[in-house]
């Protein structure tokens, strides 16, 4: 069941716990048991080992000789150094760059070349299953059993053109992993932060619609018969004067969305229009930092000409990578800051446009909470 803005997560809520809705609640406090995204599986073939930091956890990915992905806790059990400085030996096991202990895909120390050799038998670091899916290495960070099936979905990705997919993509920012799905789930401040590009101010008396589904929100908004905005006009040639924008968000718990957006003729169905999906993974690297991968794959392509296509593709990753580096992340970054430096608890004022934010954040307390009282 779909619900305009005048939104029962807004209306009913109250009075919420006091910096609710915009300043992270629970910073440092994530859902564990879920699938994360380490990194495009590129990234991690470049050299043998590789460091990311998810959820507070210091984590050395790498994969064996044999093609199975192993991630382990990069902070070797003896002196604590990291392991991602290490080497990785016969291809299957990491040797310490401190004092040389070797552990296997396990976690286990399974060489100590000192003395009698006797291996300690607190000498082992955690490991955590990994799986490659989606052109992605997806970690999963809880104690509970994993289940593949729980990857979020983002097949679109496998079965597109090359040529109508952007390069993989990403960046670091210096934010809580809320504060970007905040944004995210906001159709709203495209019209500001991105106006010309993805959105203008035009499209702010379009109603915006909300609805949960289980762990999922999502978020639409449709605005009839106005300028097309100017990252899609290029990839419809011949386009009329006024076109229906339409902008399908979808959070899907913890920390990844997936997104359609594109124009279409007024009145007609957005599914005969163009656009793209916009996949958007989130994962925090700290309570402070959020590693933010994302790329995107065009629908409803209008022409097959590969120059026409090429340069679409280019101009689509650009456009993007300018909006969520340049445009976003400024923002959401200072906005980061003002909570930092605040000397008080802070009480945001609730507009209709903060339904969507306010739908995910109370689905994800809810996760957080049954984590909590589980351990
Ligand atoms: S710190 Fe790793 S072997 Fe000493
Ligand atoms: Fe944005």
Not at 262 to 269: L, Q, S, V, Y
Request: with cysteine; proline share 9%.
């Amino acid at each position: 069941m779909q619900e305009s803005s005048r939104d029962p997560a807004l209306a009913d809520s109250p009075p919420r716990p006091a910096g609710s809705l915009t300043q992270p609640l629970t910073a440092g406090a994530f859902v564990r048991n879920a699938w994360y995204m380490a990194g495009w599986v590129d990234q991690f073939r470049q050299s043998p080992l590789t460091h990311r930091t998810l959820l507070d956890e210091p984590i050395v990915i790498y994969r064996t000789d044999a093609g199975v992905w192993v991630a382990l806790e990069d902070r070797c059990a003896h002196r604590f150094a990291p392991l991602s400085r290490g080497q990785l030996i016969d291809g299957c096991r990491v040797q310490c760059p401190y004092h040389g202990l070797q552990y296997d895909a396990t976690g286990a120390c399974v060489h100590n070349p000192h003395g009698s050799q006797r291996i300690p038998s607190r000498a082992r670091v955690r490991a955590w299953p990994v799986l490659e899916r989606h052109k992605a290495l997806w970690v999963w960070m809880g104690d509970e059993s994993p289940s593949p099936a729980q990857v979020p979905d983002f097949s679109v990705l496998d079965e597109a053109p090359e040529l109508h997919v952007t390069p993989s993509d990403g960046i670091l920012i210096r934010a809580n992993y809320q504060l970007v799905i905040d944004n995210l789930l906001d159709l709203s401040h495209t019209s500001f932060v991105h106006e010309g590009l993805l959105g203008n101010q035009g499209m702010t008396a379009s109603a915006i619609e909300c609805d949960t589904q289980g762990t999922e929100v999502t978020v639409n908004r449709h605005a009839s018969a106005v300028p097309p905005p100017g990252m899609f006009a290029p990839m419809w040639p011949g386009h009329p004067a006024l076109v229906d924008s339409f902008t399908h968000m979808r959070w899907m718990a913890p920390s990844t969305l997936r997104l359609m957006t594109g124009i279409c003729e007024p009145g007609a169905d957005p599914a005969s229009g163009t656009g793209y999906h916009g996949l958007h993974m989130l994962t925090p690297a700290t309570a402070g930092t959020t590693h933010y991968f994302f790329t995107a794959v065009r629908f409803g392509v209008r022409t097959p000409d590969p120059n026409f296509n090429s340069d679409m593709q280019t101009r689509i990753a650009r456009l993007r990578r300018f909006a969520f580096e340049e445009q976003d992340a400024p923002v959401i970054e200072s906005q980061q800051a003002v909570l930092d430096a605040a000397n008080r608890t802070l009480d945001p004022v609730l507009l209709e446009v903060d339904a969507g934010p306010a739908r995910y954040k109370r689905v994800l307390e809810q996760m957080i909470a049954r984590e909590a009282a589980t351990r």
